[in-house]
């Protein structure tokens, strides 16, 4: 939900909300709360709250956690932040994550929800994003785990690398150095 004062618009999205910078060169000032907790005055090129389903996407591309679907989170991801210490957040999706322009904002922000509708927040408005009541039913060949196991392996060749030789026996026995001394 988008708001002006009051809500002004309504949008769902199955893997990403992302808020950026546009097409402005000044960082992104946004204020984040956690269930109206402040978490921090966020300076970035934007940020990115996924799904699990979306956790695999845009959120992977900026350093997020891939999370796996069966867990219930929302994935709070920064993009390109401007302090080394802002981290990526998995939240339980109980939480409403709200986002506020700062007022004294260089720019105004741009919000997309799955890449696709595009809507700007002016100094002051505000976005809450929260969890749908009503999740998506999801039709799996193999199995929750085995299905995604096997999508991250396949589309993101997961952990696959040639394995190690074998050490050649010759080094293990090899006679040990005396260490310099001498």
């Not at 799955?114 to 009503?134: N, Q, Y």
């Amino acid at each position: 939900r988008s708001h002006r004062g009051g809500e002004v618009a309504k949008h769902e999205a199955l893997n990403e909300v992302a808020i950026d910078r546009g097409n402005s060169p000044f960082l992104s000032a946004v204020e984040c709360y956690c269930n109206d907790e402040h978490l921090t005055t966020a300076q970035a090129d934007g940020l990115i709250v996924a799904t699990p389903t979306g956790s695999t996407a845009y959120s992977l591309s900026a350093g997020g956690p891939m999370v796996h679907p069966s867990v219930d989170a929302m994935v709070f991801t920064p993009i390109c932040p401007h302090s080394l210490s802002f981290r990526p957040i998995v939240f339980p999706d109980s939480c409403e994550l709200r986002f506020e322009v700062a007022p004294d904002a260089r720019a105004d922000v741009w919000v997309t929800f799955d890449g696709r509708s595009r809507v700007r927040l002016a100094r002051g408005d505000s976005l809450v994003v929260t969890a749908s009541p009503h999740p998506l039913p999801t039709v799996l060949r193999l199995g929750n785990t085995a299905d995604w196991f096997g999508g991250l392996r396949v589309h993101f060749n997961f952990n696959v690398r040639r394995r190690q030789k074998p050490i050649d026996p010759v080094f293990l026995n090899a006679p040990e150095e005396d260490g310099g001394s001498g």
